[in-house]
């Protein structure tokens, strides 16, 4: 066999791979009609609908912490779904990695594999905030309590001018350590207009 013909061959093999799998997460995709996830004080709590008329045999909750290498942390015993109606199903995933994104979707076996979903884990310990990474050298993630209100995140030097300010109504927010310069800073967190949160960060680019 020359060289060019196997070649051929691998590259085919290939293709024929990325489509069946493509085509497993498509029938998977179809055969859900909801897959949520949420945190909790016990973890993350795992919730997925199959749609009218799917059955499957032994379903797996799986989960990753990158997106791209699943494993499975559940199994459905027997038959799942129905043919009359559809059917819900939930999980307490209760060791996610912590202050990180966790990543789930569901092996339905024959049917394929869901789409997967991702959520935020944080741990705030005693903290009503958690900032990553810390020092900040680049960009750092700030994650707080309390959805759905106008927060102000407040940063000032220690001789007590702001070098940085930004709104979210969101409970999360990036910081871009570009216009700081190394050393400590302080980090004030506002929810509606009252102060929640005062700790001490460093910058160290």
Do not use: W
Not at 12 to 24: A, E, G, K, P, Q
Not at 74 to 102: D, K, M, Q, R
Not at 104 to 123: E, H, P
């Amino acid at each position: 066999m020359n060289i060019h013909l196997k070649n051929t061959i691998i590259n085919f093999r290939r293709l024929l791979y990325c489509i069946c799998l493509v085509t497993s997460q498509t029938m998977g995709q179809q055969n859900i009609s909801a897959l949520t996830g949420v945190q909790t004080s016990e973890g993350i709590f795992i919730s997925f609908t199959t749609v009218q008329g799917v059955s499957c045999l032994d379903a797996e909750l799986q989960h990753s912490s990158d997106s791209i290498f699943f494993t499975t942390i559940y199994t459905i015993p027997g038959i799942c779904g129905s043919a009359f109606n559809e059917e819900s199903y939930s999980y307490l995933h209760t060791n996610p990695v912590i202050n990180a994104v966790n990543y789930y979707r569901i092996n339905l076996r024959a049917s394929g594999y869901s789409g997967f979903i991702g959520v935020k884990f944080f741990n705030y310990g005693s903290s009503p905030l958690h900032i990553s990474p810390m020092p900040i050298t680049d960009v750092s993630n700030l994650h707080f309590e309390g959805n759905n209100k106008a927060n102000e995140i407040l940063i000032f030097d220690l001789k007590g001018r702001l070098v940085l300010k930004t709104h979210t109504l969101q409970n999360d927010v990036s910081i871009n350590a570009a216009p700081l310069n190394n050393g400590l800073y302080v980090l004030q967190l506002f929810q509606d207009r009252l102060l929640k949160h005062s700790r001490l960060i460093s910058v160290k680019k």
